[in-house]
């Protein structure tokens, strides 16, 4: 079969991937949910403490849980850099994992390049991605390199593969657990495809590349389970969400609107498994029960494993990933090839163009938002406080729940939602006298309809309403918006220091000014 030179290829490449980057270097915030959390998590972690502002509110523990790409990777690119540069380059990078990722195994199961290797450039603006998950889009990209070099290299003795790969499944655990289960269920659904399709009499599990491929597995397993906070940590809420998993099949694309972003989807996929019937689409003999798997994973999956949430709601993008790497096209002639990389190119630079600009519009509310919050003087605390519609896709455009930490960190004044669990995957805990905040429903500034309910019915005593005297004593600064969806009786004695649209700032009484 006649084939475009590599440079064609490579070419491509560095163009969808430039084209890609420009809404992560041509906006002033990222958009992307709780990625600014983390972001602030970052700062503080590279602070190491030496700021006295950080050490009066936080404690670092950078112990071994299942999700610590950013706080090991980011830290010493923000001393090295700045945030802003640091955040934006760390995204960047987890976008090169994954597209790079998914044209190596892609040429590891087919021995050749071609333009459909690089459909994966088409997802990256994800759902997943504005919900701000990157450790685990990191740990994706990193995933599909570690399960392209376990098939390149099977000629390897295991004396040296086992101990590398062990190595490198450690690298997967402490990246993202998640990562980890997706290359233990593609390793196996290979290797026992493989060993499935020998003699009849041969029972599959007894051959010897299962259960080599089986130990890898065995030391990071261990050291998981008896090291990490996380370790014993199996709890699950929801063993079949259809609303959730609807959702999660909607993070393919994102244009913002759930039915768009789900119609578009659901097209995605009904026209890929229209071309694999067709026979135009070859699909990887070595992944049928590896994706075979996935997909029953994702129907029976629980939503929340280990305390990580949405656990159902994170594959439908692996598995789209994974599926893009584990097939290719029928031979076309160059020509047609040109056409092909030609259309990515295309289609990319549209969806990047509408990308940027909703990106930087968002930028206009973010500056909006910073303004207010610029009338709180360093070394303060802000109490943020925001009322929501719909907790699985309702976002505020943009998300805005995290934003006003990452404003506390650069002027240096303390704002509740930070992630500061182990079992949340986070290496950041709170201080005393702030500790006893970390249990309570007021630390998170989200508020959903039926809490709001709770909160009109009894604004200072209801354990779910920010507003109790306990509460309001640890802080000076009150952030809320839209204000007219909370009592007016919360604001009595606090003075109205400033607003922003639907946003207002507000100083709380007695605070020590």
Request: hydrophobic residues 55%.
């Amino acid at each position: 079969m006649r084939t475009l030179p590599p440079s064609a290829y490579i070419l491509t490449f560095c163009c969808l991937f430039g084209l890609c980057c420009i809404p992560l270097w041509s906006t002033e915030i990222l958009p992307l949910r709780d990625y600014q959390s983390h972001l602030a998590r970052m700062a503080i972690i590279a602070d190491g403490g030496r700021t006295p502002f950080f050490a009066d509110f936080y404690h670092i523990d950078l112990g071994p849980i299942g999700a610590l790409a950013m706080d090991l990777l980011m830290p010493p690119m923000v001393r090295l850099i700045g945030l802003d540069a640091a955040a934006r380059l760390f995204v960047t990078l987890t976008f090169l994992l994954m597209t790079s990722g998914g044209m190596a195994l892609n040429r590891a199961l087919f021995r050749r390049t071609t333009a459909w290797s690089l459909a994966g450039f088409l997802l990256l603006y994800n759902g997943i991605l504005i919900w701000g998950f990157i450790n685990y889009l990191f740990a994706l990209g990193l995933f599909l390199w570690v399960l392209a070099g376990w098939f390149q290299t099977e000629r390897w003795p295991a004396w040296l593969r086992i101990p590398c790969f062990s190595v490198l499944c450690y690298a997967l655990l402490i990246s993202h657990l998640y990562a980890l289960a997706l290359y233990g269920v593609c390793v196996m659904g290979a290797e026992v495809s493989c060993a499935a399709g020998g003699p009849a009499r041969w029972i599959f599990w007894r051959r010897r590349r299962v259960w080599l491929a089986l130990s890898q597995f065995a030391l990071p397993c261990a050291l998981f389970v008896l090291t990490s906070p996380t370790g014993g940590n199996i709890r699950s809420i929801g063993l079949f969400s259809v609303a959730l998993k609807l959702h999660g099949l909607a993070t393919l694309v994102h244009t913002g609107a759930y039915w768009a972003d789900l119609s578009l989807s659901l097209a995605v996929v009904c026209l890929a498994l229209w071309g694999w019937r067709r026979g135009w689409l070859a699909l990887s003999r070595r992944m049928v029960w590896s994706i075979a798997a996935l997909a029953i994973l994702f129907v029976v999956m629980p939503d929340v494993i280990f305390h990580a949430g949405f656990a159902d709601f994170r594959l439908p993008l692996a598995i789209a990933l994974i599926a893009i790497a584990a097939t290719q096209p029928i031979p076309g002639t160059p020509r047609r090839e040109v056409w092909r990389l030609a259309a990515l190119v295309g289609i990319a630079g549209l969806q990047v163009a509408v990308t940027t600009a909703r990106w930087q519009a968002f930028d206009r509310q973010y500056a909006a938002m910073d303004g207010l919050l610029d009338l709180v003087p360093a070394g303060r605390r802000v109490l943020a406080v925001f009322a929501q519609e719909d907790k699985l896709y309702g976002l505020n455009e943009p998300p805005i729940a995290y934003e006003p930490e990452l404003a506390g960190v650069r002027r240096h004044f303390f704002v509740n939602g930070a992630f500061v669990w182990p079992q949340d995957n986070s290496s950041l805990t709170l201080a005393s006298p702030y500790a006893w905040l970390q249990a309570d429903r007021a630390w998170f500034p989200e508020y959903y309809p039926g809490e709001l309910a709770e909160i009109w019915r009894a604004p200072r005593t209801s354990p779910l309403s920010p507003f109790r005297a306990a509460v309001l004593a640890d802080f000076d600064y009150l952030l809320i918006g839209p204000e007219g969806r909370f009592p007016t009786s919360v604001f009595a004695g606090m003075a109205r220091v400033g607003n922003a649209g639907s946003f207002a700032l507000y100083r709380i009484p007695d605070a020590r000014l």
